[in-house]
DNA sequence: AACAGACCTGACCATTCAGTCAAGATTTTT
DNA sequence: AAAAATCTTGACTGAATGGTCAGGTCTGTT
């Protein structure tokens, strides 16, 4: 049974953690500065998650499920056109609003992925492999360009993935403009001209 | 005076120190680890690096030049469609024989760019701002798609080296192709199709 | 109020880490 | 070949790090 001050505990620790893991990558990261952005003693954030692997892991698998669905969503019955853009825009939101995680992400393949190659090689590419025949269908009925399943499918998450993923660059050759401003504008007129036929 | 002995081990040092640092970052990358794959002793590569930041920088310092010349050699007397889909070839080159390097600079620049801030806030963006210039000439002139000549800049970033950084989860997805396989002609056809007037 | 269970912490431990140093080995210069 | 300069290393140090533990505090239940 979880009590109130577990879940209050548990949660401010993971969200120390990924504030942490996601700037400095696992080796990179210690349990004092963890417990330091939590509020929380050492031995205490040690209460509620067994090892500083443990929270890692935990983090990791919370993230599967938010990075996956956007991906998920795209529908065979939909217009080609709507459900790609549709897709690019959804994965630049979750950069918006979950830029952490996506930094947290790529320091993990950074690293050469060596805790979420199962992952990567198991749900994510059974289900990149799906929606990359879907993809193809469309492109064989002529309502698409003739471009690459795969490497569409790449330049989505490059695109959108790079302005969370490389923030502080942005900002630093932008100076005072918002690092997205115009992204979303720019990336739906690339993508429209792309996909056409 | 550098004698022969110092050339040597100062290259093996770095090169080893790049192999480290880029797959764990700084913090993550201890000493131990570059001395075993350099194949000389921890207190030897302190005889010729003061410190392990002196190694990181080392490889910093040399890493700007070689990454900032694609985009110098962006002239506004060509033709704009040649000189960008150019500079995006140069680019992709580069993470297909610089991967590692790619990989060292996306490692600073997701911790914040910590080591970096100066360099990209002085010589990277006076050139990027420069050359976004030449781009809005082209677009004034007719010669270009109405695009913004920043996010233009930073798609081709992102794109290229995507391919570098991300190295690990393309593979687990695509299995036993090479992972940069059909990545140019898929590029070419995208820059074609977004920089048409 | 008293009890049980959950929560929290200071002190501690073994290991790892960046960096030092004195002395020995090797190379270069004379 | 001897002297000088350069190169290399084993043994070490102090600080940081992941993790433990005995005992104390708080919270909810009866």
Do not use: C
């Not at 919370?62 to 065979?76: N, T, Y």
């Amino acid at each position: 049974m979880t009590t109130r001050i577990q879940r209050r505990n548990r949660e401010r620790i993971l969200e120390a953690a990924l504030d942490v893991f996601s700037v400095n990558g696992f080796r990179g990261s210690t349990l004092d500065q963890i417990a330091a952005v939590a509020g929380l003693s050492k031995p205490n954030i040690l209460y509620y998650f067994d090892s500083k692997d443990a929270m890692h892991r935990a983090l990791l698998d919370q993230l599967l499920g938010i990075w996956l669905a956007p991906l998920r969503a795209i529908r065979a019955t939909g217009d080609p056109h709507d459900e790609i853009l549709g897709y690019m825009r959804r994965k630049l939101q979750m950069s918006r609003d979950y830029p952490r995680e996506s930094r947290l992400f790529a320091n993990e393949v950074l690293q050469g992925a060596p805790r979420l190659a199962d992952a990567i090689a198991g749900d994510l590419k059974a289900l990149v492999d799906d929606r990359a025949e879907i993809i193809r269908g469309w492109i064989e009925a002529g309502r698409l360009a003739r471009i690459d399943p795969h490497h569409l499918i790449f330049s989505i998450w490059a695109l959108t993935q790079h302005y969370a993923d490389f923030d502080a660059q942005i900002r630093l050759i932008r100076g005072d403009t918002d690092p997205m401003d115009g992204a979303e504008a720019f990336l739906d007129l690339l993508f429209d001209r792309l996909l056409k036929p």
